[in-house]
């Protein structure tokens, strides 16, 4: 099982010791998106959705998945975040909406897991809002795209590619 640092020697689950690594500035940002049909998307944008301001909800739910992740991540640490930015871009050509999340810490380990997890609290709040009107929306391509901080440095995803 070596690499695998979330367990020990002998195969078991364990949450890393964190404690002998260096405080440092974090943070990682997410993407993914929920495809839906242009009438679905137009319902969203024009805030005739029924059960509200669809994207308004989201980012509240994505900074609040965010907040929760080591209450959902049996393995994570609760960490002291120090920002949550989520931006809701509508996509005509999708058509959709792409959610992406900004997360900052000042912490032993990273935020990558918060970053992932706002992003797809937010993917599940926007289907949740319009699934009266839209059950076959697809929620798609959540991914890390940036992480910066830490021992392995910088990580910058490349591109993916078009659905």
């Known amino acids: 099982m070596t690499g695998l640092t979330h367990f020990d020697g002998q195969g078991h ?68 975040i120090t920002k949550v930015a989520l931006d809701l871009t509508p996509d ?6 792409v959610v992406q999340a900004t997360v900052k810490t000042g912490g032993q380990t ?3 897991m918060e970053a992932l997890t706002a992003v797809s609290v937010a993917c599940l709040t926007i289907y949740d809002m319009v699934k009266a ?12 795209v940036l992480k910066e901080g830490g021992k392995s440095g910088r990580f910058e995803a490349p591109e993916a590619p078009t659905p």
């Open 92 to 97: 005509p050509s999708l058509p959709g909406i």
């Open 13 to 80: 689950a364990h949450m890393v010791d964190v404690s002998e690594k260096p405080v440092t500035a974090r943070v990682a940002v997410a993407r993914g998106s929920v495809v839906m049909s242009a009438a679905t998307l137009a319902l969203i944008t024009s805030g005739q959705a029924k059960k509200g301001d669809v994207l308004g909800i989201a980012r509240l739910a994505g900074i609040m998945g965010a907040k929760k992740t080591a209450d959902l991540i049996p393995l994570c640490h609760p960490l002291p």
């Open 133 to 144: 009107v839209e059950k076959s929306m697809r929620i798609e391509g959540i991914r890390l």
């Open 110 to 112: 990273g935020v990558e």
